[in-house]
């Protein structure tokens, strides 16, 4: 699994609150990324991060910022959150040839 | 832009069975391409991976997929599925040079049925 801890696992929330979700990574991988996944389609972009505060948006970044402070941990957060961003959140980092995936966080927003 | 359509959502198929999922890319440019699966409440493993060489590329679990350039195809396959294979299926694409940011199809789950 790379050394991909995401957290938390689980969430809940009420709409209009903040929220940020966690990606740890051990092995000091440059490029990392989150996803969202949502049934019929598939895994979609949100941010990447290509070096320690350097990032990008993806294809579905509105709503969404991230921050990079250490190599090691890649911030999502969602300034306020929406029923729309009710979700599975992936986070991944590329490693020689192939992307791994972290475990997913299972956000709902009530 | 690159695009992924996988055009079946849902396979059935009988345990012992050969079953075959769906992929076409759109890219102007060379491009890298992967089957990754997904158990339930589990995150994404790679099966196979075409980077470059030969067409035929092999993976985990028995899984096979062939890329083919001019029907922009990198169909998977797998002579005799196991009731373990039941899970979701996505291919993904990406073009060399572009911060290896991956672009998913939508899945197929693969429901294999005794």
């Known amino acids: 699994d790379a050394g991909i801890t995401q957290s938390p696992r689980h969430k809940v929330t009420e709409t209009g609150t903040p929220v940020t979700l966690r990606c740890h990574q051990t092995?000091?991988?440059?490029?990392m990324y989150w996803y969202r996944q949502d049934p019929g389609h598939g895994l979609r972009l949100i941010h990447y991060?290509?070096?320690?505060?350097?990032?990008d948006k993806g294809e579905v970044s509105d709503g969404y910022s991230v921050s990079r402070s250490k190599t090691e941990d890649f911030l999502l957060t969602l300034e306020s959150a929406t029923s729309s961003q009710t979700s599975v959140y992936f986070c991944?980092?590329?490693?020689?040839?192939?992307?791994?995936f972290g475990q997913g966080t299972r956000l709902t927003v009530v | 832009a690159q695009s992924v359509t996988q055009l079946d959502s849902q396979v059935p198929v009988f345990e012992e069975a050969p079953v075959e999922l769906r992929c076409n890319y759109s890219?102007?440019?060379?491009?890298?391409l992967f089957w990754y699966v997904q158990y339930p409440n589990q995150g994404l493993q790679l099966l196979l991976k075409?980077?470059?060489?030969?067409?035929l590329v092999k993976g985990i679990n028995g899984f096979e997929a062939e890329f083919n350039k001019s029907q922009t195809s990198f169909h998977l396959r797998k002579p005799s599925v196991h009731i373990s294979d039941t899970a979701e299926y996505f291919c993904?694409?990406?073009?060399?040079?572009?911060?290896?940011?991956?672009?998913f199809g939508t899945g197929t789950q693969l429901k294999v049925e005794l």
């Open positions: 991944a980092v590329q490693g020689a040839a192939e992307a791994f």
């Open positions: 092995e000091n991988h440059r490029y």
């Open positions: 991060s290509y070096g320690v505060k350097d990032t």
């Open positions: 890219s102007s440019v060379s491009v890298y």
């Open positions: 075409y980077l470059s060489g030969s067409t």
């Open positions: 993904a694409v990406t073009h060399t040079g572009g911060g290896n940011k991956l672009t």
